[in-house]
């Protein structure tokens, strides 16, 4: 049995807007269903948790939400700022930057400050809301990425 395929410009056409469609919305889906590592509801629940970070494993001590009530004539930004406290479990801290094995996300690289085994980060998402789609939801899960 023998069938003939005839391919008319109006089929190719289709097909090709539905391919372009497919390769340019297929990222930005996969990006969209990833959970939001910069976000307070992300790193609440593992407060007293142990986490790996490279070499050494820390716990999550605390989550503190730094947003306020805005004063009289303030503008009121709804963006998220936290704070994660960590405690230095085994290793060491690296001097600047940490990378956290979240649960749901993988490697999470924060900028940290430390002491006496004692790390603090910070995330403020000011401002997050004016960056382009792609760029606010960064593949390499970096704060400055």
């Known amino acids: 049995m023998e069938t003939s395929y005839k391919l008319s410009r109006r089929t190719l056409l289709i097909g090709g807007a539905g391919a372009i469609v497919l390769a340019v919305a297929g ?5 969209a269903s990833e959970p939001d590592v910069f976000t307070l509801a992300s790193w ?11 070499t050494a494993v ?13 004063r009289p004539g303030e503008h009121v930004d709804p963006a998220e700022r936290f704070r994660l406290g960590f405690s230095l479990v085994s290793g060491a801290f690296p001097p600047e930057t940490i ?3 979240h649960p749901r996300s993988g490697a999470v690289n924060l900028f940290i400050t430390h002491n006496d085994g004692k790390a603090t980060a910070v995330i403020d998402r000011r401002g997050a809301t004016l960056l382009p789609p792609t760029a606010a ?3 390499s899960k970096g704060p400055n990425s």
């Open 99 to 101: 990378a956290i094995s």
């Open 44 to 54: 609440t629940p593992l407060v007293g948790q142990q986490l790996a970070a490279g």
């Open 58 to 70: 820390v716990r999550l001590e605390s989550v503190e939400d730094l947003r306020r009530a805005p």
């Open 27 to 31: 990222p930005l889906t996969s990006q």
């Open 137 to 139: 939801a960064p593949s």
